[in-house]
């Protein structure tokens, strides 16, 4: 049974920082790509950043530069630093594992899910 919880979501000023955390359980994060995905009021869901089981890693061309994703195989959990945040940042986020395509940004290429955590920006 898999299953993907996020913490660290919450309201923040424009310009300050939030980082976001994933526990992964019945899935192994250093065997896996994930990623973090967003969805504001309104909108379809997008991705943010991914990351490979092997560490490589992208992301969407809103956040580069501003958000980095990493993780610890040690404790199975995914990572979202986010600074600089902007207003248009703030949406529900959204952990994801198991694409098969290396490093996607695309939702349908992933299997597991989280609830999400919402980022309010003002």
């Known amino acids: 049974h898999v299953q993907l919880v996020e913490s660290g979501g919450g309201s923040v000023q424009a310009g300050g920082s939030l980082r976001l955390s994933c526990a992964a359980s019945?899935?192994?994060?250093?065997?896996?790509?994930m990623g973090w995905f967003r969805q504001a009021p309104g909108k379809e869901r997008e991705g943010v950043a991914a990351?490979?089981?092997?560490?490589?890693?992208s992301y969407a061309d809103t956040v580069k530069g501003r958000f980095t994703i990493s993780k610890d195989n040690a404790k199975n959990t995914l990572y979202l630093q986010m600074n600089s945040l902007k207003p248009e940042d703030t949406a529900l986020y959204y952990c994801?594992?198991?694409?098969?395509?290396?490093?996607?940004?695309?939702?349908?290429?992933?299997?597991?899910w989280g609830q999400g955590t919402q980022v309010t920006v003002s």
């Open positions: 990351i490979t089981n092997d560490g490589s890693t």
């Open positions: 994801a594992a198991g694409s098969w395509v290396a490093g996607s940004l695309d939702e349908h290429d992933y299997v597991h």
């Open positions: 019945g899935v192994t994060a250093s065997s896996y790509c």
